[in-house]
């Protein structure tokens, strides 16, 4: 790939003469979709973006979000423990997202590592100390080897970066679909703390001040990343595009994590960046321009692994573990010892200046482009759409036994044990709630709240009714963060598409864009960053529009109702619209991923933020006894995974209702409660969303639903057994 | 008293021992390795992580850092020494504590939940406990399988030296019970004085009662109880 030709007339026009070789590679390369959203910006202005608790929005490396001041419950615990001056500095988080999609393809251990050291090093240049990692992984059908492969390497790679820099990764998905057999994702989201003194933006500040390159030192790995990253993915990819995957060090990632925490505990930078997509180039050109400068940078002061290496590949390779910081000349010896005391390498790489983005090598000037231009200057792809079709309804006549076993032993609905065992969860002692329950819930001490996580979209949803499916991935996560009694507070997408020139993978693509827009807005949940990644098409098609959604809420306390039902207990179905009204529809649903049907998708909720605020509500309320999420699987795999040795269900499902659809269609915005005062629940849903009891809880550790002619009952061995299809296979 | 937390590049259970002890009223610090042990540490932590990035060998780098000269100096003169998870095999190879702690039998990393029997409680790291007591720590490694030749571990065992063992809920150490393969199912062991332990799984996460269960608490009392 190189520069179009109209790209290459528009720069020509803009400096006046034809670019330098480096020029042209900076341009190809920060004009290209990975970096420069051409095909996908014109719609991501449908995001709302804003609210109070949003400290600093899209288009930084991260996005800053302030915790709430929860007056009165601080306040009570300040006195308790008797450090009520100790707050003073307002807590935030930062929230990032990034796909590794095309490099987790070649390489998936490398790949998805160097996709966690990204997204960690975007929230180190926030000024931020990372402290949770969400992985939502997308792969072809479980029974390809293919995808088995790559699974196995992607959990490692993950593992292997995430759990050697110290950073618990506390929740995440994983789903399956043939459609992915060509081009699995990887999204890995962070979430960092940092108090407001500490923050640090990417906007360069001052003329004078240095440009200090602190980290690894630049190889010729990871050329051309970011294009690599903007086109289809070629057959022969795995052997052919290898070069333009990253190799992961992540002994130097915990390094520069430790140095940044003290570069910014002695108040020595002014503005920092990551290098990521396109290297030095894109940090730097997007620092000064971010802040209206310019700069002059000598390139043969970076600090380099591999001789002879030429001005265009010392600007653009994609080396880990580094990142460029703005510091006063005064501080430049101080960062210098910093680097120095944790082995890092460290270079003074020139300084920001109020003219061009200029870069020298030896001597010669082989950068001086207008640093906004570069970074800005891309012209945006105005694409055509094809509006999604609706699906017919065709539905399959099933057992119900044998469709009650294929949906909870579906690889899409079972336990992902086997996953997140394999990575820390627990390290930096927050994690209250590790991963395996709806959310996940982590100890934020200095803001005395607990912070919830949920990441994940949902394939068979969107590829089904992108539209109503990005809808329903929102209420989903929203509902998720709801059962462990948290409100939502912000959330970061990452946008997968296919190919965008094709109009029907575009008009998907728009489609998943509208519905998480428009849903976000009905919670009051500001999107504040994300990602965007297209071209994720192969010989084998686009995969489905994927919405990757990472939202975190916020809750007094950091303890939640567990999952796992308890001996005794009323058990209740709160939120389901279609039991209520007769009618189900299955679109979507693993069940018909299962049996090989159609339908439309389920009818949403019109006005759901009254339903995840109450749930929130009723969650944590004395006399909850467990609460969980009704979605992928549906109810029947929603009841089957409360069951343990220590508790039962005995369910009786409503006389004369279709028993396939109540217990398989996946309806967002739904969850069992199972509760000592069933009339307390009632009456807070009270016009909020309907309330159906269910049952109870037993001692005996079976699931019994009673469907009218038919009883279905497992105990929970049986459970277990259908439940573990992934670690049977892959231990 | 002020116990010394040892961080080497790479460690990352520093911040979450030194909570975990401040939460137990026992005063901490984290020590960075090249500035030398401070003067006044009355106990030493060797802390969970990846010293180093575990190139080489989990823990082999850290050992030969020159701060573990002063480490076994004081762990020689009595001062209470722990090493958790890496800090176990940072132990190992530095020879505080005999045999080492290899690639788990998976051959994968592990984070989970175990159950551990307390095999002795005569030791500051178990006298909150009784003999036979059933502790559920988590673990988190992917090297974590004890390994000793057969007749060295017979003589650490006729010495007393076993400190923890992984075991069901009930107790009973069998196969399916052991996590990583460990030999005679291993958890942790005392060096040459019962003040110098390591342990692969990591009392300080179930320390703090705000996130969780509290059965770590016992050892990481050790320290106060060593200085008694």
Partial sequence: ?731 | MTVSIIRFGGSNCDRDAERALEHLGIDAEIVWHEDGLPEDTTGIVLPGGFSYGDYLRAGAMAARAPIMEEVREAAREGVPVLGVCNGAQVGCESSLTEGAFTTNESARFQCEPVYVRVERDDTPWTRAYDEGDVLEIPIAHAEGRYEVDDDRLAELEDEDRILFRYCDEDGETTPEANPNGSKHDVAGLVGDRDTVAVLMPHPERVTLPDVGETDGQGVLRGFAYATE
Wanted: include cysteine.
């Fill in chain 1, 1 to 731: 790939m190189s520069l179009a030709d109209s790209d290459r007339e528009l720069v020509v026009e803009e400096l006046g003469r034809e670019p330098t070789p480096a020029e042209a590679a900076l341009f190809e390369n920060l004009w290209s979709e990975h970096c420069a959203y051409r095909s996908s910006r014109p719609l991501l202005s449908a995001f709302e973006s804003e609210g109070e608790q949003v400290v600093v929005g899209p288009g930084d490396d991260a996005a800053v979000v302030a915790l709430p001041t929860d007056d009165t419950s601080s306040a009570d615990a300040d006195h308790a423990s008797g450090r009520a001056d100790e707050k003073e500095e307002d807590v935030y988080i930062t929230m990032g997202i990034e796909s590794h999609n095309h490099p987790s393809y070649v390489d998936p251990f490398d790949g998805a590592a160097t996709g966690v050291g990204g997204i960690v090093r975007d929230t180190l240049s926030m000024g931020a100390y990372p402290i949770a990692l969400a992985d939502s992984l997308y792969f072809g059908a479980f029974d390809r080897e293919h995808s088995k492969y790559l699974l196995e390497g992607v959990v490692e790679g993950i593992s292997h970066y995430g759990n050697c820099i110290g950073v618990p990764t506390v929740a995440g998905s994983v789903d399956f679909h043939p459609d992915y057999e060509g081009n699995p994702l990887v999204n890995v989201a962070c979430v960092g703390l940092l108090t407001e003194d500490r923050l640090v933006t990417a906007e360069a500040q001052e003329p004078g001040n240095k440009l200090v390159l602190v980290g690894n030192a630049t190889g010729r790995d990871g050329l051309g990343g970011a294009s690599f990253a903007s086109e289809d993915l070629a057959e022969d990819a795995e052997t052919e595009d290898r070069p333009a995957v990253q190799v992961g060090d992540p002994y130097a990632e915990k390094l520069l994590i430790e140095a940044n925490e003290a570069l910014i505990d002695e108040d020595l930078v002014e503005s920092a960046r990551d290098l990521g997509a396109a290297g030095l180039g894109g940090a730097s050109s997007e620092m000064v321009a971010k802040g209206g400068l310019g700069a002059r940078i000598e390139l043969e002061r970076v600090h380099q692994r591999e001789p002879n290496m030429s001005a265009l590949e010392i600007l653009l390779a994609e080396s880990q573990e580094r990142m460029c910081y703005e510091v006063e000349p005064k501080n430049v010896e101080r960062v210098r010892e910093i680097a120095e005391k944790f082995d890092l390498g460290c270079s003074v790489i020139g300084e920001v200046t109020e003219g061009n983005y200029v870069c020298t090598f030896e001597g010669e000037t082989v950068v001086d482009v207008d640093a906004h231009f570069l970074g800005e200057g891309a012209p945006m792809n105005d694409l055509p759409t094809e509006a999604p079709a609706e699906p017919e309804t065709d539905l399959p006549e099933t057992d119900l036994e044998e469709a009650f076993e294929a949906v909870l032993s579906s690889p899409n609905t079972a336990s992902k044990r086997w996953v997140y065992r394999q990575y820390d969860h627990e390290v930096g002692v927050r994690t209250s709630v590790p991963p395996g329950d709806d959310a996940a819930v982590m100890a934020i001490r200095e803001a005395e709240q607990g912070l919830a996580i949920s990441s994940g979209a949902a394939p068979n949803w969107t590829s089904t009714a992108p539209f109503e499916g990005a809808k329903a991935v929102t209420l989903e996560n929203a509902t998720n963060l709801a059962a462990k009694g948290a409100t939502p507070l912000a959330a970061v997408d990452c946008l997968n598409g296919g190919n965008p020139e094709k109009p029907d993978v575009y008009g998907g693509f728009q489609a998943i864009v509208d519905g998480l827009a428009e849903t976000c807005a009905d919670l009051s949940v500001p999107v504040v960053g994300g990602n965007v990644s297209l071209y994720n098409d192969s010989v084998a098609g686009p995969i489905p529009p994927t919405p990757t959604l990472a939202m975190v809420g916020t809750k007094s306390g950091y303890d939640a109702p567990p999952l796992s039902a308890k001996p005794e207990g009323d058990l209740v179905l709160v939120g389901d619209l279609a039991l209520e009204r007769g009618e189900f529809r299955l679109g979507g649903s693993e069940y018909l991923a299962q049996f090989d049907g159609d339908d439309r998708f389920p009818v949403l909720p019109g006005e759901p933020a009254a339903f995840v605020e109450t749930l929130a509500d009723v969650a944590d309320a004395d006399e909850t006894l467990a609460v969980h999420d009704v979605s992928h699987g549906g109810l029947a795999v929603s009841l089957a995974e409360m069951v343990d040795e220590d508790a039962g269900l005995a369910v009786s499902l409503p006389d004369g209702v279709d028993v396939e659809g109540a217990l398989f269609h996946e309806q967002p915005a739904r969850a069992l409660v199972q509760t000592a005062d069933p009339d307390a629940v009632r009456e807070a849903f009270d016009g909020v969303a309907p309330v159906v009891e269910l049952g109870e809880g037993t001692d005996d550790g079976r699931l019994t639903i009673d469907a009218g002619d038919d009883v279905l009952e497992y105990d929970a061995a049986a459970i277990r057994e259908n439940r573990s299809v992934i670690e049977d296979e892959l231990e």
